[in-house]
C-alpha cells in the first residue's frame, strides 16, 4: 500500500455556517401525527424533546428508547436537481421516512424548508429513496429521464415521478435492500435459511434483480467475474454495498472470503443475453432447469414466507391461492405426475396466467413473469409440502420436460473491475463490511473510491482513472488512512475524516490538508437544550489524571492553534482511567463528534455523542474569481505534486481560524505564492505594503490567531510599532503606491535589518516552487491576457501585473516589463526593486521552450490580424483561456478568412500550452461540435454566429467584451441579422439578436409538449358575458385573428348569425281575415315545420366553421348549444312549439339533426388539446335522449384525432348498448382516427359489423343498415391507399350485392352500394393501373360493368352460399340493377384513378353522344360521370367557361334540327347536370386555392342559374325547380370550397340569399348543402382551407356527394354522417404575424414565391398577412418583407416540415418591429417612421429628430432609458449643449441603422477621446480599443472600395473619422511638446515618473509602436525620411505612423530642413 502523499503539518482550518440540524421531515410529521408519530414521540430520548415538557420528558430517559423503534426514522440529503425549482439557487432536497410516512422537502440558505411530496403508505416503509429512470422515446437514441421517489414496502415498490405519473410494481419475492443506479433499480433478494437446503444440487437462484422502469418485468442481472464466463448472479454470500450512476459502478462484499471488490454495470449484450438463455432448439420443451414460473414462483414465496399463506395472496393475481392451495393438500399432490410439481397445472393458476395475458387493464406484473429464468432446483427436503417429491426411479439429472413458459431476457451485466487483494482475507477476523463507500476527487482530479471499515477504524482510498480509450476504468493504488468516519465534499475536492481520537481532519483525495476546527463544539451552552439542569460542579474542576493530562494537552495545543476538540481518549491516556468519568452528565457536558452523515456539496452533518446534530459547512478554496483561475493555471502547469503543495498550503493559509476578509484575499495569496517561489516577502516593498490590508501579520510567519472577536490592550501595543502603523502615518492616501515613500522611510528600517540592502532581496533557491518560476510566470502571464478580454474582471488583471512585472524583472524579460508599462503606466512606475539572482541557480530553472523574448500579446495579435499580417499561433492554455480562444479563432474565421479555422486549421491560429501533469483528459470537449457546422451556412458572418452559438457564447458574454475587440463579431452579428436561415437553432438566433425566431425555434423545441398551442399569445378566444352569446356553440372563435383578416366589416358576425340554432326561429305569419284561429295556428306550425327544416340543417354547416376553435378543460364537459325547434310569433312573440299535436310531425325528425349537432360540438376541440379516456367516458350524457349528441361527438373526436385515446374497453361498452347512433359515431370515428394505418383491432372491430368479411357459416349478427355502411366506409378510411387485396375483393363484390330472400338487403340498398364503392375508391385510391396483384380481379371492368348495367357475373367462393336463394321482394333477375349500383361504381373509378390523367378510362365515362342513348341515363349519373371523368383527367381541368361548357356533348352544343323529336326537358337537364357535375370537378382542382380565373367562372353560373331559376315555376320552364335548386348548390358548394376559409362575400351573400329562401321546395338537403357552403367559406374561423391531396379529395366526395337527403331521416342514398368528412380534408394554411414584443397579432407584407409548373413560370406575389398559404407544395419559399418588419425567410425547396409545424400550431410566426418604424395598422402609408420624417422636413435628419418621440419606435427599454436621461437637459444634470447634440445623434444613429447594442460602443469611443484630450488616462486599454476599432474601419474602407459593402459596416457615419482625428491632434500636440521623452525612450533611458509617462505610453500604443529599447541604433539619426523607412521595414510599425514620428527620429540638424521641404505634420 502506498504511503500518504504528502502531510501539511501543525495546521488547522475552521469550518463556518453551524446550525443545529433536525430532519425536516421530522418537524414535519410532528405537525401532522398519525400513530406512529405518536409513539415514537413517547420514546423520544430528553434531548431531543424539543419542546420544554417540563419534567415529564425526563423522566423517560436513554435506556427506554427500544433501538427497533428508532431505527424506524430514517433520512438522507442530495443536492436539489435542475427539474425541481426554477430558480438558480442551490438548496439541498430530504427525503425522510419514518412508519409509512415519506417526507420530500427542499430547502437552502434563503429559503426556509418546505415539503415538496409528501407520501403515506399501507405498509410500513422499508426504504425510501431517489432513482431516476430512463424512459425510452419513440426515437431510439433518445432517453427521457423521469427522476423519481420509490418507497420500498414488504410486497411492493411504489414509484413516484416528479411529473407526476405513479406506479406500482408488485414485488415477486422479499427484499433485503433496493440500490439506485444509472439505468434503474437493483434489488437484492432476501436470503432465507431454507435456501440453502433447496439450492444444494443443481444451480442457486439469482439474488439480484434490476427494474429499468416500473412498468417493465424486474429481471435478473448477469456477471462477468474476471476470467469466468458470464452467469446469472446468484451467489448467496455477495451482498451490494454501494452502487453510483457516474461512473456507473457496483461495489460487493463477499461475506465469506471478506473481500470487497468493484463491478461496472452496463446493459447486457445480445451475446451475454445468448450465453445465459438456453437454446430454442430444444425440441422436447424445456429442462428442468427452466421450470415453469408457476413452481419457482411459489418456491420463491415459500421459501420467504414460511410464518402463514396469508401473505402470499398479496404479491399477485390469483398465485397466492393457487400455490397455498396445492401446498396445503398432500392428497393432491398424489395426482400429479412424480417429479412434476407445477403451478403450471392447477386450475386457478392457469386461469390466472390467462386472465394476466389478455387483460391490459390488470397489468400487474407478478412473478409469472420473473421467474421464466434459468433456474433448477430439486426438492431434496424431507418436508412434503417443500417441493418436489422425486419418485425413486427419477433420477436427478434427467431432464425434465415443462410446457410453455419462456425464460426472461436479463437487462443488466456487471463485469468485475478489481477486487481487494487476498492478504486481507486469510483470516476472518482481518476484515469485515464496509459500511460506507464512496467517491471522492482531489484537487488534482484524481479520483479515489473509498470504503470505511469500521472494526478497524479505517479508509481504504482506491484510485483509479479512466482508461485512454475512456471504455474502462483502470483500478490503481490503495491507500489506507486511519479513520472512525468519512464523508466526502464534492464540491471542494474534499473529504472530512473523522479520527478515531474524535478530532475531524480535512483530506484532499490522500493527502492530509488539516484539521478542522469547529468554533462553538467547545462551549457545551449553544448544544445542549435548556431544560437540562446544569451540575453544581463544573467537571473540569474534578482533579482526575486523565482530566489533568487533557486539560494540560489542551494548554500546549493552545499555544499554536486552538484545540479542534476535547480529546478525551487520546492515545496516551488509558482507557480504563476514565471510564468512570463517562456517566450521562460528562457525556452531556462536552459533547464529541461520534459520526458523520448527509454531506451535500461542502456541508456535513456532525453527530455528536449527545444525540443532537451539527450542519457544518468547510469553506471553499477561493471565493474570488481571480484566485480561482491562478490556482487553475497553477494546477495546470506544475507537475501534480508541486501543484498539490501549493493548493493545501494555500488552503491552509486562507482558512486559518480568523482568517482574512474577502477583500483580503489576493494578498495573501501574493504572498504565499511569492513565498512559495523563494521570495522574502518582507523584504520586497510593495508585498509588504500588501498585508496592510489584512488584519492578519504575515501567515508564513505563524503568530497566534485568535478565535475570538473581543481585543485586548495587547493588540494596541503590538500595533504601535509596526509597518502599518508607520505607513499610515507618512502616506496621506494609502491606496496608489508612492516611490518617493520608501526612498524616505524604509531605507532606515532595512539598514537596521540587515548591513546590506542588496542580499536581502535575494531569492531562496531551495523554495518548493522556485525551479518553476518561469512555467509559473507565463501561465500567469496568459492569464492576464485572458482577463484583458474581459471588462469585468479587467479590474482585477491590474492587480496581477504587479506580481507579473516583479517576475519579469528577476527573470530579466525587459520586453515583458515595457509590455505592463504600457498596459497600467501609473502602476508600474511605482516598481523599480528586482530580486537577485545567481547566475548558477539561474540556470538551474526551467528554461521553457515557449517562453520567447518577445511577450505574446493578445490585443496586438488581434489588431496583426485586422492589419492581414501574418500571425504566428498565440499561445493558450486549454480550459482556462477560454476567450482567448474563441476570440482568436472567431478573428481568424472572420477577419482572415479562414473557413476551417475553428474545425481543421485551429493549429495555425492557437498554440496549446503543455501541461506539467502527465495526462489531462479535461480537453475533450474543444472538438465537440464542429462537423455538424457547415452545412447550412453561406458567408463568414454566418459560419462565426453559428459556430459561436454552438461554443456557447452568447449576447451576455459579448457584452463583457471590451468594444474595440468586439467589433468584428458584432458586425458579423449585424449581418446574419438581415437575412438569417429559418432553420438555426434557438441558440444563434438569440446570439443574433432576433428575438421573433428564438421565440420560433423555442416553439419549434417545445413541439412535444402539447400544451403549448397558445402559449405565450393571447390568441384565446374572450370571455363573453352574455348567455346568448355562450350558448350558441361560436364564441370561441378568435377574434383578434379575424378581425385583422375582415376588418372592414362584420361579416364573421353575420355568419354566426346565420348559423345559430339554439335560439327560437321568428315565425311571421299574417292572419288573413277569413282565417280561423285554429287554422292560424296550424298555418303558423306548419310555417315553424318549414324552418325547423332549415334550423334542423345548420349544425353541419356549424361544425366547418367552428372546426378545430376550442381547447377542453379538462374538469368540465363540453358545452353543447342546444338544437333549438320552438319559434316565436310577433307581434306579441308568443311561442309557437311543433309539439302541440296540431300538425303531424314526422317521427324521429330530430334524431339526426342532434346527431350533428353533437358532431358539431365535438368538432370545436383543437387536435393539440389535451383530451383523455377518462374526459371522453365523462361526457357521457345520463339522459339518453342526448344519446345521438353523445354518438356525433365520439365522431368528431375521431375526426380530430382523439379517439385514439380511448380506451379500448369504453368503445366496447359503447358498441354493447345496441344504440344505432352511437354504433355509426364510434366506428367512423375510430377510422377516421387510425385513417391508412391498416390498424388490425380497428379492423376486427369493423368486420364484425361486415357480413361480407365473416366467415360464410358464422351466426348471422342483426347489424342495422346504417351501421353496416359506416363500418365499410369505416373499412376504406383505415386501408385508405393501402390496395389491400382481400378487402378490395370484398368491397367490389359489395357494390352489387344482390337483395337477399328474407327483408335484409332491401332497404336503402343504394346508400349501402355507394359506401361500398367510395370504400374500394379509398383502399386503392390513385393507384390507377399499377393495383399490385388485381390483375385478376379485372377491377376497371367489373365497374364499367356495374355502372352500365348487363348480366350479373357468378359470385365467387365465400359470398356464393350467401347469395344462393335469390329475393322474395324484389324481381331483378340476372341483370344488374344500375339505379343501385352506378353512383358507387363511379365513383369508385374515379377514385381509383384519380388525378392519373388515363385517358381510355376517362373515354368510358363520357356522356353518350346520341338522344337516344341519353334518354336512358339519370340526370343525376351524368353529373357523377362528368365529375369522375375530369377529376381522373386531372391536369386538363382549366379555370375558364370553355372548359366547362366543352364537357357538354358535340349533339347539345349545335343547332337542332325541328324534324328530330327531341325531348327538350331531356336535354336541358342533361345540360344542367353536366355542367354541375364539371363545376364540382373544377371546385376540387382548386380547392383551398382561392384562384381568381375559377372562381370567376364559378360565379358566372351561378348568376346563369339563378336567372333561369328566377322563372323556373312559369310555364316556359324547361326545367323542374328542384333540378335547377341541385345543380346550384352543388355550384354554390364548388364556389365555396375554392374560396374556402377566405370568406369571399359574393358566396356569402348567395349563402344568405339561400338561408332566407325556406319555402316550396328548399327541403331539409338543400339548406344542409348551403350551410355546409358557408362552413366551408368560413373553415375554422378562416384559420383553415382545402387541401387537394388524394385523401383530401377523397373525404370530399364522401362529404359532398351531390345527392342530398329530401329530409332529416332518409339516409337512402347516402349516409347523411358522412357529410362531416370533409374536416378530413382541412389543413391549417393561416399564417398570422404575431408582433414579438407586443404578442399580440399584427400586419406584415409577405412575399410568396411559387415554384414553376407546366402552367405558369416562377412567380412573385405580395401578400399582406394574416393570410391564407397557397397548398405547400406549390411554393418555392416564403418572405416577410422589409422595410417595417425583420426579413425572415422560410426555404420550402429544402424542407416543408418548418413551415408546417408552424401552421399547426396557430400559424404564429414571430416578427420582429424594426426600430424607427410603426405597425402597419398605426401608419398604413408608412409616412409617420422615423426615416420619413428626415424627408418631410427641409432640415437634416438628426435635427428633426426629438429624443422624447423615441419610444413610439422601439421598444429597447435602454434607448428608451438614455433617450429620457440623457438626450434631454434635466433640472438635476447640466450638460453642455455640444454633448447633447452628441447623444441624440449616437441615439438616432442606433435607431436608424437598426444596431441599438452599439450605443455603448458609440459611448465608449466617445469618453475614451475625451479623456484622451484632458490627458487623464490612468491606462492605455481603451486607447487599445479605439486602435483596433480604426484598424477594421481602415480594412474594411480598403477593401470596401471595390465591393460597395458599405452598408454592411457598422459604423457608417462621420462619427468615427471625427474622433479619429481628435485623437490625431491630441497625440500630436503632445508630441510637439515632448518629443524629447520619446527620445528618451526611444534610447532606452530610465522611463519618465509623471503623467508625461501616462501620454507616452497612449502615444506608443496608439501610434504601434514597437519596443525599441534594443534597436534604438538602428532609427536615431536618419538622414532623410526614405533612409528612416528603409531602416523600419523589419520593425512592423505602419508608415502612417512612422511620419508622425519624424520630427523624433530624424537628426536634429536635418529636421527642420524636412519639415520645410512640405511636410508639415498636419499635412499628414
Given at each position: 500500500m502506498s504511503e500518504v502523499v504528502y502531510e501539511e503539518t501543525a495546521t488547522m482550518i475552521a469550518a463556518g455556517e453551524l446550525q443545529l440540524f433536525v430532519p425536516f421531515g421530522r418537524e414535519h410529521c410532528r405537525n401532522h401525527p398519525n400513530a406512529f408519530n405518536l409513539q415514537l414521540r413517547e420514546l423520544q430520548p430528553a434531548s431531543e424533546l424539543w419542546s420544554s415538557d417540563g419534567a415529564a420528558g425526563l423522566v423517560g430517559s436513554l435506556q427506554e428508547v427500544s433501538l427497533h423503534e428508532r431505527d424506524r426514522e430514517w433520512w438522507q440529503l442530495r443536492k436539489g436537481c435542475v427539474g425541481a425549482r426554477e430558480e438558480d439557487v442551490e438548496f439541498e432536497e430530504e427525503l425522510y421516512s419514518a412508519g409509512t410516512v415519506v417526507v420530500w422537502s427542499q430547502g437552502s440558505r434563503s429559503h426556509a424548508s418546505n415539503v415538496y411530496k409528501a407520501f403515506t403508505v399501507d405498509s410500513p416503509v422499508q426504504q425510501a429513496l431517489w432513482c431516476n429512470f430512463a424512459a425510452p422515446q419513440n426515437n431510439k437514441y433518445a432517453e427521457e429521464i423521469e427522476q423519481t421517489v420509490c418507497i420500498v414496502q414488504s410486497s411492493s415498490v411504489n414509484v413516484h415521478s416528479m411529473t407526476g405519473k405513479d406506479f406500482n410494481s408488485p414485488l415477486p419475492f422479499p427484499v433485503s435492500n433496493v440500490w439506485a443506479t444509472k439505468f434503474g433499480l437493483l434489488l437484492e433478494r432476501k436470503i432465507i435459511a431454507t435456501d440453502a437446503q433447496l439450492n444444494s444440487p443443481g444451480e442457486p437462484l439469482p439474488t439480484v434483480f434490476s427494474m429499468l422502469h416500473p412498468l417493465d418485468e424486474i429481471a435478473p442481472a448477469v456477471c462477468k467475474p474476471t476470467g469466468t464466463r458470464v452467469q446469472y448472479a446468484s451467489d448467496a454470500t455477495m451482498t451490494i454495498v454501494f452502487t453510483c450512476s457516474q461512473p456507473s459502478l457496483v461495489v460487493f462484499y463477499d461475506t465469506v472470503q471478506g473481500i470487497h471488490s ?613 499561445p493558450y492554455l486549454p480550459g482556462i483561456c477560454q476567450r482567448t480562444r474563441l476570440l482568436v479563432l472567431s478573428y481568424a474565421l472572420y477577419i482572415s478568412g479562414d473557413e476551417n479555422a475553428t474545425s481543421t486549421d485551429m493549429a495555425e491560429y492557437l498554440a496549446k500550452v503543455p501541461s506539467g501533469q502527465k495526462y489531462r483528459t479535461s480537453e475533450q470537449h474543444c472538438r465537440r461540435r464542429q462537423s455538424s457546422l457547415k452545412s447550412s451556412c453561406r458567408s463568414l458572418a454566418e459560419q462565426l454566429a453559428v459556430w459561436l452559438a454552438s461554443e456557447g457564447f452568447t449576447l451576455k458574454d459579448l457584452e463583457s467584451v471590451p468594444f474595440g475587440v468586439a467589433l468584428p463579431v458584432r458586425e458579423a452579428i449585424y449581418r446574419c441579422r438581415e437575412q438569417p436561415c429559418s432553420d438555426w437553432s434557438e441558440e444563434v438566433c438569440l446570439l443574433i439578436g432576433r428575438q421573433d425566431l428564438t421565440k420560433q425555434a423555442h416553439k419549434m423545441t417545445l413541439a412535444k409538449s402539447k400544451a403549448c398551442v397558445g402559449s405565450g399569445l393571447s390568441l384565446e378566444p374572450p370571455a363573453t358575458t352574455e348567455a346568448d352569446e355562450e350558448e350558441d356553440g361560436m364564441s370561441d372563435i378568435i377574434q383578434e385573428v379575424t378581425g385583422l383578416i375582415w376588418s372592414q366589416d362584420l361579416r364573421v358576425q353575420e355568419v354566426r348569425r346565420l348559423l345559430q340554432s339554439s335560439r327560437p326561429v321568428r315565425v311571421s305569419v299574417v292572419q288573413l281575415p277569413e282565417v280561423s284561429d285554429h287554422e292560424y295556428i296550424e298555418e303558423k306550425e306548419n310555417k315553424l315545420l318549414q324552418l325547423c327544416q332549415r334550423t334542423m340543417a345548420l349544425p353541419v354547416g356549424r361544425g366547418l366553421f367552428t372546426l378545430f376553435s376550442y381547447h377542453p378543460v379538462p374538469t368540465e364537459p363540453l358545452p353543447v348549444p342546444k338544437l333549438n325547434l320552438t319559434g316565436r310569433a310577433p307581434p306579441r312573440n308568443t311561442t309557437v312549439d311543433l309539439n302541440s299535436g296540431n300538425i303531424d310531425v314526422p317521427p324521429n325528425m330530430t334524431s339526426w339533426p342532434s346527431f350533428h349537432n353533437g358532431v358539431a360540438a365535438g368538432l370545436k376541440i383543437a387536435p393539440a388539446s389535451q383530451v383523455d379516456s377518462a374526459w371522453i367516458a365523462y361526457n357521457k350524457p345520463k339522459n339518453p335522449e342526448l344519446a345521438n349528441e353523445y354518438a356525433g361527438f365520439l365522431m368528431a373526436l375521431g375526426l380530430n384525432g382523439h379517439l385514439t385515446k380511448l380506451a379500448t374497453l369504453n368503445i366496447h361498452d359503447n358498441l354493447n348498448k345496441g344504440h344505432e347512433m352511437t354504433g355509426i359515431g364510434l366506428i367512423l370515428g375510430v377510422s377516421s382516427a387510425r385513417l391508412g394505418t391498416m390498424d388490425m383491432s380497428i379492423t376486427r372491430l369493423l368486420s364484425i359489423h361486415i357480413p361480407a368479411l365473416l366467415p360464410p357459416t358464422s351466426t348471422e349478427l342483426d347489424v342495422p343498415h346504417n351501421i353496416q355502411v359506416a363500418a365499410v366506409i369505416g373499412l376504406g378510411l383505415v386501408y385508405q391507399g393501402t390496395g389491400h387485396r382481400h378487402n378490395a375483393e370484398v368491397l367490389l363484390s359489395e357494390i352489387g350485392r344482390p337483395p337477399g330472400p328474407e327483408m335484409e338487403y332491401c332497404t336503402d340498398r343504394e346508400s349501402y352500394s355507394l359506401a361500398a364503392g367510395l370504400a374500394l375508391g379509398m383502399v386503392c385510391l390513385g393507384h390507377g393501373s399499377n393495383l399490385i396483384g388485381m390483375t385478376d380481379l379485372n377491377v376497371p371492368e367489373q365497374l364499367y360493368q356495374y355502372m352500365v348495367g348487363g348480366h350479373r357475373r357468378a359470385q365467387a367462393g365465400a359470398s356464393r352460399e350467401r347469395h344462393k336463394s335469390p329475393s322474395y321482394q324484389i324481381k331483378e333477375g340476372d341483370t344488374i340493377n344500375v339505379d343501385v349500383t352506378c353512383p358507387g361504381a363511379t365513383l369508385a373509378l374515379a377514385m381509383i384513378y384519380l ?511 514597437p519596443c525599441l529599447r534594443n534597436t534604438h541604433t538602428q532609427l536615431e539619426g536618419c538622414s532623410s525620411v526614405g533612409d528612416l523607412l528603409a531602416r523600419s521595414r523589419g520593425l512592423g510599425v505602419p508608415a502612417r505612423d512612422l511620419l508622425r514620428l519624424l520630427p523624433v527620429l530624424l537628426d536634429p540638424a536635418a529636421a527642420p530642413q524636412t519639415t520645410a521641404q512640405g511636410f508639415p505634420l498636419q499635412a499628414l
Open positions: 468493484v463491478w461496472a454495470l452496463r446493459k447486457v449484450t445480445s451475446d451475454e443475453r445468448s450465453a445465459v438463455l438456453p437454446h430454442p432448439a430444444d425440441p422436447v420443451g424445456m429442462p428442468l432447469g427452466l421450470i415453469a414460473p408457476g413452481c419457482l414462483t411459489s418456491h420463491l414465496r415459500k421459501i420467504s414466507c414460511p410464518e402463514s399463506a396469508v401473505g402470499t395472496g398479496a404479491y399477485g393475481l390469483g398465485s397466492g391461492t393457487g400455490s397455498s392451495a396445492l401446498h396445503n393438500h398432500p392428497t393432491r399432490l398424489a395426482t400429479l405426475s412424480p417429479g412434476l410439481h407445477s403451478r403450471a397445472h392447477s386450475p386457478i393458476s392457469s386461469m390466472a396466467a390467462l386472465s394476466r395475458a389478455h387483460s391490459p387493464g390488470l397489468a400487474a406484473p407478478t412473478f409469472t413473469g420473473a421467474a421464466r429464468f434459468n433456474t433448477s432446483f430439486y426438492g431434496s427436503s424431507p418436508k412434503a409440502q417443500h417441493g418436489l417429491l422425486p419418485s425413486p426411479n427419477n433420477s436427478i439429472n434427467e431432464t425434465m420436460v415443462v410446457p410453455e413458459m419462456k425464460p426472461i431476457v436479463p437487462d443488466l451485466c456487471m463485469e468485475q473491475l478489481w477486487s481487494e487483494t487476498g492478504t486481507a482475507s486469510c483470516s476472518k477476523e482481518l476484515n469485515s463490511q464496509a459500511s460506507k463507500v464512496f467517491l471522492t476527487s482531489d484537487l488534482c482530479e484524481n479520483r479515489y473510491l473509498c470504503f470505511l471499515v469500521e472494526s478497524h477504524q479505517h479508509l481504504r482510498c482506491v484510485k483509479f482513472m479512466e482508461s485512454n480509450d475512456t471504455s474502462q476504468l483502470i483500478f490503481a493504488s490503495v491507500t489506507t488512512i486511519p479513520a472512525k468516519d468519512a464523508e466526502p465534499l464534492q464540491n471542494i475536492d474534499a473529504m472530512l475524516v473523522l479520527e478515531a481520537c474524535g478530532s475531524l481532519v480535512l483530506y484532499t483525495g490522500v493527502t492530509r490538508v488539516s484539521k478542522v476546527f469547529v468554533p462553538s463544539l467547545l462551549s457545551p451552552s449553544f448544544i445542549l437544550p435548556n431544560h437540562i439542569p446544569q451540575f453544581s460542579t463544573p467537571v473540569d474542576n474534578v482533579s482526575t489524571p486523565a482530566n489533568a493530562g487533557s486539560r494540560h494537552l489542551q494548554r500546549l495545543d493552545d499555544a499554536v492553534m486552538p484545540s479542534p476538540l476535547v480529546e478525551l481518549r487520546n492515545s496516551n491516556i488509558k482507557r480504563h482511567e476514565i471510564s468512570f468519568l463517562e456517566d450521562y452528565a460528562f457525556q452531556q457536558t462536552t459533547p464529541t463528534v461520534s459520526a458523520l452523515r448527509d454531506p451535500v456539496c461542502n456541508r456535513v452533518t456532525l453527530e455528536l455523542s449527545s444525540g443532537a446534530m451539527l450542519r457544518i459547512s468547510i469553506p471553499e478554496i477561493a471565493t474570488s474569481e481571480l484566485v480561482r483561475k491562478c490556482l487553475q493555471a497553477i494546477r495546470f502547469i506544475l507537475p501534480k505534486e508541486a501543484a498539490m503543495k501549493v493548493m493545501v498550503k494555500w488552503y491552509n493559509i486562507y482558512n486559518a481560524p480568523g482568517g482574512p476578509s474577502a477583500h483580503a484575499e489576493w494578498s495573501l495569496f501574493v504572498t504565499c505564492l511569492m513565498t512559495l517561489m523563494g521570495y522574502n516577502t518582507e523584504r520586497l516593498a510593495w508585498t509588504r505594503n500588501l498585508q496592510f490590508e489584512v488584519p492578519l501579520s504575515p501567515v508564513i510567519a505563524a503568530k497566534k490567531a485568535r478565535p475570538s472577536d473581543g481585543g485586548s490592550d495587547e493588540d494596541w501595543e503590538y500595533l504601535l510599532p509596526s509597518n502599518y502603523h508607520r505607513q499610515m502615518n507618512s502616506q496621506p492616501t494609502c491606496g496608489s503606491l508612492d516611490i518617493s515613500f520608501y526612498s524616505s522611510t524604509d531605507t532606515a528600517s532595512m539598514s537596521s535589518d540587515s548591513t546590506s540592502s542588496t542580499p536581502s532581496l535575494k531569492l531562496d533557491s531551495s523554495a518548493p516552487l522556485f525551479s518553476h518560476i518561469p512555467a509559473l510566470f507565463y501561465v500567469l502571464h496568459l492569464l492576464y491576457q485572458e482577463l484583458q478580454l474581459n471588462e469585468l474582471q479587467r479590474a482585477r488583471a491590474a492587480s496581477l501585473v504587479c506580481l507579473l512585472q516583479q517576475l519579469a524583472r528577476d527573470l530579466q524579460l525587459d520586453k515583458y516589463v515595457d509590455l505592463y508599462w504600457r498596459d497600467c503606466p501609473t502602476l508600474i512606475d511605482g516598481f523599480t526593486e528586482s530580486c537577485f539572482m545567481d547566475q548558477s541557480v539561474f540556470s538551474q530553472m526551467q528554461r521553457l521552450s515557449y517562453l520567447k523574448a518577445e511577450p505574446p500579446c493578445v490585443l496586438s495579435w488581434l489588431s496583426s490580424c485586422l492589419k492581414g499580417d501574418d500571425v504566428a499561433p498565440f388525378k392519373t390523367n388515363n385517358r381510355s378510362i376517362a373515354d368510358w365515362l363520357k356522356p353518350p353522344d346520341t338522344w337516344f342513348l341519353l334518354d336512358f341515363i339519370k340526370p343525376e349519373f351524368l353529373l357523377l360521370r362528368t365529375l369522375a371523368r375530369c377529376i381522373i383527367m386531372w391536369d386538363d381541368i382549366l379555370p375558364n367557361t370553355e372548359w366547362v361548357k366543352s364537357n357538354t356533348p358535340q349533339i347539345m352544343r349545335g343547332s337542332f334540327d325541328p324534324s328530330e323529336d327531341i325531348n327538350m326537358e331531356t336535354m336541358a337537364q342533361a345540360q344542367e347536370y353536366i355542367t354541375a357535375g364539371a363545376c364540382l370537378a373544377l371546385g376540387l382542382r382548386f380547392a383551398g386555392s382561392a384562384n381568381s380565373d375559377a372562381f370567376e367562372c364559378l360565379y358566372d353560373f351561378a348568376k346563369t342559374f339563378m336567372k333561369i331559376m328566377s322563372f323556373a315555376g312559369t310555364s316556359d320552364a324547361q326545367t323542374s325547380y328542384y333540378n335547377l335548386q341541385t345543380c346550384l348548390s352543388m355550384i354554390l358548394l364548388a364556389m365555396s370550397m375554392v374560396m374556402s376559409g377566405t370568406g369571399n362575400l359574393k358566396v356569402l351573400q348567395l349563402c344568405r340569399f339561400f338561408h332566407k329562401r325556406t319555402g316550396g321546395e328548399m327541403n331539409y338537403g338543400f339548406h344542409m348543402a348551403h350551410h355546409m357552403a358557408l362552413g366551408l367559406l368560413f373553415l375554422g374561423g378562416g384559420r383553415y382551407t382545402l387541401s387537394t391531396s388524394n385523401s383530401a379529395i377523397a373525404a370530399l366526395l364522401c362529404a359532398l356527394y351531390p345527392h342530398f337527403p329530401a329530409h332529416s331521416t332518409d339516409n337512402r342514398y347516402h349516409l347523411q354522417a358522412l357529410r362531416h368528412l370533409a374536416v378530413l380534408a382541412a389543413e391549417p394554411r393561416l399564417l398570422v404575424p404575431v408582433d414579438v414584443d407586443s404578442l399580440k397579432p399584427c400586419y406584415a407584407l409577405l412575399e410568396v414565391t411559387y415554384k414553376e409548373t407546366k402552367w405558369y413560370d416562377e412567380t412573385t406575389v405580395e401578400l399582406m398577412a394574416p393570410t391564407m398559404l397557397p397548398e405547400l407544395h406549390l411554393l418555392k419559399r416564403v418572405k416577410v418583407k422589409g422595410p417595417r418588419y425583420w426579413e425572415l425567410s422560410v426555404d420550402l425547396s429544402k424542407d416543408t416540415e418548418h413551415l408546417k409545424s408552424i401552421l399547426c400550431r396557430n400559424g404564429v410566426l414571430y416578427v420582429k418591429l424594426r426600430a424607427g418604424q410603426l405597425p402597419y395598422k398605426d401608419d398604413p402609408q408608412g409616412w409617420k417612421s422615423l426615416l420619413a420624417s428626415a424627408v418631410n422636413h427641409r432640415s437634416s435628419g438628426i435635427r428633426a429628430f426629438k429624443p422624447e418621440a423615441i419610444s413610439t419606435f422601439t421598444s429597447e427599454p435602454a434607448l428608451v432609458s438614455f433617450a429620457k436621461i440623457f438626450c434631454k437637459t434635466s433640472d438635476g444634470i447640466q450638460q453642455r449643449e455640444d454633448s447633447l447634440v452628441l447623444f441624440s445623434a449616437m441615439l438616432y444613429e442606433c435607431v436608424t441603422q437598426e444596431c441599438p447594442e452599439m450605443l455603448p460602443t458609440y459611448i465608449a469611443i466617445e469618453q475614451a477621446v475625451r479623456a484622451l484630450r484632458r490627458g487623464d488616462l490612468p491606462q492605455t486599454f481603451s486607447l487599445w480599443q479605439l486602435r483596433l476599432v480604426v484598424e477594421l474601419w481602415d480594412s474594411r474602407m480598403l477593401r470596401g472600395l471595390g465591393d460597395g459593402r458599405q452598408r454592411d459596416a457598422l459604423l457608417t457615419t462621420e462619427f468615427l473619422p471625427v474622433m479619429k482625428n481628435t485623437v490625431d491632434v491630441a497625440l500630436d500636440d503632445w508630441l510637439r511638446d515632448n518629443s524629447a521623452v520619446l527620445r528618451s525612450y526611444l534610447r532606452g533611458d530610465s522611463l519618465p515618473r509623471n503623467s508625461l509617462s501616462t501620454m507616452l505610453a497612449c502615444f506608443l500604443v496608439y501610434r504601434s509602436v
